[in-house]
């Protein structure tokens, strides 16, 4: 009698994985008849088949016979500069490469580029952040043979491809900066609590206060969603406080720009009674008056190295990870100072 696994669903290629104890991409191997896989393994992806009562996804493998130079985006990212810069990078990369590039909401129809693949109109796909960590979205993927690569996920040990920067040392070094310049109330602008990277960037945040053997203080610390509106809505809340910060570091541009606007309203000069830095290095940050101190963020570069991971990947499957690390810098501008007197 097969074992079912656990829950209500049909069993995955994913799990069929999991019992037989190897990689998605060894059982894909071995259901499709390749031969480049060992004996004894072979024979624990098929113990593993029968167990569970996987039933193989004919429509999905089929598709391998058949070829598609489209390649989607997808996203989930409320920040339209952040979304816009990576699509512009991997917009580049396709037309280099003879693809097209179609872009996709993520933010309320997660199916959708399965629909795109069961029409055969997909030859893989780019997950943005906060998709880049959606286990859920990933484990369709896999299942429907979407090869794809990930741009910025919090964890590098999944077995597949993904490029990425060091945030957490990115925001370390930017709140270094601000206490080198004589700052020691540093306020803080957390990202939406569903991307990963808001919390990683925290992280670089506090290691700099510890470092400096400044003490971590939670009520200069105040929730974002990566939105201008939010920038403000932050903003206020730490410019009431009887005694506000001297900087305010939001966790991306357009958070920054929000606090900016803010003290526009109140008549505070920036940066002579606040210094304002920003993440990203979106076109936003260089127009905007002041210009704001910011953290460069590679987007188009991790966009069109995401391409073309993905296109190794459609071309040669692999099991080995590979993690592609690019650089960030710091971008002083005229949005930051030490502290008036």
Do not use: W
């Not at 894909?28 to 088949?49: D, F, P």
């Amino acid at each position: 009698m097969p074992r079912r696994h656990a829950g209500p669903r049909p069993a995955t290629i994913i799990d069929v994985a999991r019992e037989a104890g190897v990689s998605f991409k060894t059982v894909s191997r071995v259901l499709n008849g390749e031969t480049n896989v060992r004996e004894q393994t072979r024979e624990r992806v098929m113990s593993a088949v029968k167990a569970l009562d996987y039933r193989t996804n004919h429509n999905a493998r089929n598709l391998r016979a058949r070829q598609s130079r489209i390649i989607c985006l997808l996203y989930a990212n409320p920040s339209r500069n952040y979304v816009g810069e990576v699509h512009l990078g991997a917009l580049q990369r396709c037309q280099t490469e003879g693809y097209s590039l179609i872009m996709e909401d993520c933010s309320t129809n997660k199916r959708a580029v399965l629909a795109l693949r069961s029409e055969n109109r997909l030859a893989g796909a780019i997950l943005t952040p906060p998709l880049s960590d959606d286990l859920g979205l990933i484990e369709q993927l896999r299942e429907h043979h979407v090869p794809f690569v990930r741009i910025a996920p919090s964890k590098s040990d999944d077995p597949g491809r993904d490029v990425a920067m060091d945030d957490r040392a990115a925001s370390r070094e930017m709140t270094e900066y601000l206490i080198g310049l004589g700052h020691s109330q540093i306020g803080f602008i957390r990202g939406a609590v569903t991307h990963d990277q808001a919390s990683t960037r925290f992280q670089g945040y506090k290691d700099a206060l510890e470092a400096e053997g400044i003490p971590y203080d939670p009520g200069l610390v105040a929730k974002g969603d990566f939105t201008f509106d939010s920038g403000i809505a932050a903003a206020e809340q730490m410019l009431d406080l009887p005694e506000r910060p001297t900087a305010i570091f939001a966790s991306n541009d357009d958070m920054a720009a929000g606090v900016i606007a803010a003290c526009y309203r109140r008549r505070i000069q920036i940066p002579q009674e606040l210094s304002v830095a920003g993440f990203d290095d979106t076109p936003l940050a260089a127009t905007i008056s002041p210009s704001l101190t910011t953290i460069y963020q590679p987007s188009r570069e991790l966009a069109s190295e995401a391409v073309g991971l993905l296109l190794e990947e459609i071309s040669a499957p692999s099991d080995t990870p590979r993690r592609h690390l690019l650089d960030y810098r710091m971008v002083p501008r005229d949005s930051t100072a030490p502290p008036h007197g």
